[in-house]
């Protein structure tokens, strides 16, 4: 595929980016030379091959989904300096 000065200003018009003439020679030869990677990868012979998640064979550890640490309201408001219903109290901030 050619990637042309035209073809870069199209795309930068969709993408809402300002790209000065200046700009336009380096930015065509960096995607065209992304672009010609691609067809390197493209030619890759992978018949055969798995698609994967990860390099490494892995499994996701379970557990058991069961309640561990119950009500603990009274433990957490021991700390508290002012305790009002169950609840943190604070003082006023907006009159």
Do not use: W
Not at 27 to 32: D, E, K, R
Not at 46 to 60: K, L
């Amino acid at each position: 595929m050619s990637i042309t000065e035209d073809t870069i200003r199209h795309v930068a018009t969709l993408a809402r980016l300002e790209i000065s003439s200046a700009e336009l020679p380096a930015y065509t030869g960096q995607i065209a030379r992304i672009l010609g990677l691609m067809e390197q990868l493209r030619a890759i012979p992978t018949d055969g091959v798995e698609p994967m998640s990860h390099a490494v064979e892995m499994t996701i550890p379970e557990r058991l989904d069961q309640v561990v640490n119950t009500d603990q309201r009274a433990l957490l408001l021991a700390n508290a300096p002012d305790v009002e219903a169950g609840c943190f109290r604070v003082p006023k901030i907006i009159e």
